[in-house]
């Protein structure tokens, strides 16, 4: 068997989660142009994970708490099981880590993480919804909010992380929620 193919020496990779089986096309289209995608758990569907297409094809995910028997289809239960709890992705310049945490409370979660994975160069996670780029210290701690359309404080929301050997940049995505049609508003009235 050959060795894989060598990564690129400079990367793009989407960072996203919570979708809950919807995904903003913005996303979609910010995934398309990156190099691999990330999913820090509260999939929902097998069909969130397919459409999301980037370039070099590679896609990681992790479950989330809401990636039970019971929310997904019987059709897609095969591959959930197959989804871990948590991933290790070797980019350059050093390891990614995604984990869901929910099972981690939100006082003092950031602490938490950075002890649990100090070989990380940064952790990903879901769960709360809510963006946050925390790079105060190593290993950096990301959440890139809600990319789908349930609670995503303020717009559906992603992180492009470029990795190259020397530097990681952050770049984060906060888009418009979509306006609301006729019919949601008068069946709120």
Partial sequence: MSDPTPLPQRL?????ADTHGQIDPRILALVAD????VHGGDIGSVAVLASLQPKLG???AV???NDVHRDWPV???ALLERIPGRAQVDLPGGLLVVEHSHRMAAAGRHERL???YPQARAIVYGHSHRLVVDCECLPWVLNPGAAGRSRTC???SCLVLTASLDRWEIDEHRFALPPRSKHQTAARL
């Fill in 75 to 77: 059709a897609d239960q």
């Fill in 58 to 60: 590679q896609v990681y």
């Fill in 12 to 16: 793009r990779v989407a960072l996203l």
């Fill in 114 to 116: 950075r002890r649990r």
């Fill in 63 to 65: 479950r989330g708490n």
């Fill in 154 to 156: 303020g717009g559906p």
């Fill in 34 to 37: 990156c190099d691999m995608a």
